[in-house]
């Protein structure tokens, strides 16, 4: 028997069992539906908040206080706050005149709440320097960033991201308004041109005010959360890098690299760290929706199982007329991978209607999402398809090839 009747029979039992082939395949159509929905979101989701790190900038580093353990981040990156970082530390950095470094900018957040049209807004502020725009590639609209005389008086002065200032001035003009944070009366001066919302970060809802502000007569604090630094040249991360290291053990009087009490990261590491994430958790959970493709294997043994009980007559009239039990285990063998074949193709399909739908429900709700139908699940699809018809189907073929020709033919 030539491959293509065995296709041709699994086709014909198809046909002549509906139903109870549909519910056989089932399982197979919703494991391979669900692997192929779980690579290919995963790829879109890992693509998406790549490209929203990349948006801040790849020629940037930052230092972030506190120690680091196992190469981790620090403990200030999951919102524990460390003062071991200094405004001297940045002015130390920046006035080493490095060739690494073309601009520095430090950051001290706060929060507070606004009473916008008659409701309480939660809104976080920032501290930070006049070269805030170098570094965060930031226009001002209307007016003008603060000053660097402005950053070191603790002038009370405001520069809004463009949603925050529309939130609360609707069309009026904000420059020389003021805004109570605090309890503290500060002037507008500057409205920063429209960026666009990201999973990084929001600067259109942004407060900045001059860092020496922030530390001495908002919160009465002398640290700073981070320094953000802008290089010359992105090639040069790995010489930024180490310069800033050097300035920073000097400023802390470390002399032993394991008693560093900052951690020195760039947007590089951070997109090398993230993929490594994205790329574990998205084949952890291909892995747990494989689970269904197992029960759909054992659901395709038991339907040729099934299939072999009905067919021991046919079985051995093809026996009593010369074939081997290698034809009949090939026959079989090949009913069960063309069952699960189809299984993955309605699968492959299947997902791929979900996915284009899912993809216009998330673009629908503002998210610049990338519909990325993954080769490799597709390729998958086919492959363990074919590889669970083979697996399950070996035991009912070889119990179709044992059966005895007489007693088959007896059989009723």
Known sequence: ?????????????IARNKMRSFLTMLGIIIGITSVMIVLSVGESVQELVLDEIKTVGPDLIAILPGASEENGPPSSAFGIVITSLKYEDGEAIINGNSPYISSLAMYLSGSDALSIDGEFKSITFYGTTASYPDV?????????FFNIDEEVSNAKVIVLGNKIAKEIFGDNNPIGEKIKIKKINFTVIGVLKEKGS????????????????????VLGVNHVNFIRMKLSDVNDI?????????????????????????????????????????????????AVAAISLVVGGFGIMNIMLATVQERINEIGLRKAI????????W????????????????????????????????????????????????FLGCIVSIGIGIIFGISPAKKAAELNPIEALRYE
Do not use: C
Not at 136 to 144: N, P, S
């Open 1 to 13: 028997m030539n491959i293509f009747e065995s296709i041709k029979n699994a086709l014909q039992m």
């Open 136 to 144: 965060q590639m930031a226009t001002v609209e209307k007016g003008r």
């Open 198 to 217: 990201s999973l990084a970060q929001s600067q259109d809802e942004d407060l900045l005010i001059p860092i020496s502000t922030a530390q001495n007569i």
């Open 238 to 286: 790995d010489g930024a890098t180490a310069y800033v290291k050097d300035v920073m053990r000097s400023q802390h009087n470390i002399d032993n690299n394991d008693e560093e009490d900052f951690r020195v990261t760039s947007t590089v590491e951070a997109l090398e760290s993230i993929s490594l994430i994205t790329d574990a958790l998205k084949f952890f959970l291909a």
């Open 322 to 329: 010369g074939a081997k039990k290698s034809d009949i285990t």
């Open 331 to 378: 026959q079989f063998l090949v009913e069960a991978v063309t069952i699960t074949f189809i299984s993955g193709i309605i699968g492959i399909i299947l997902g791929s209607l979900v996915l284009i739908l899912m993809s216009s429900i998330i673009k629908s709700l503002g998210y610049n999402w990338t519909l990325i139908i993954s080769p490799l699940s597709i």
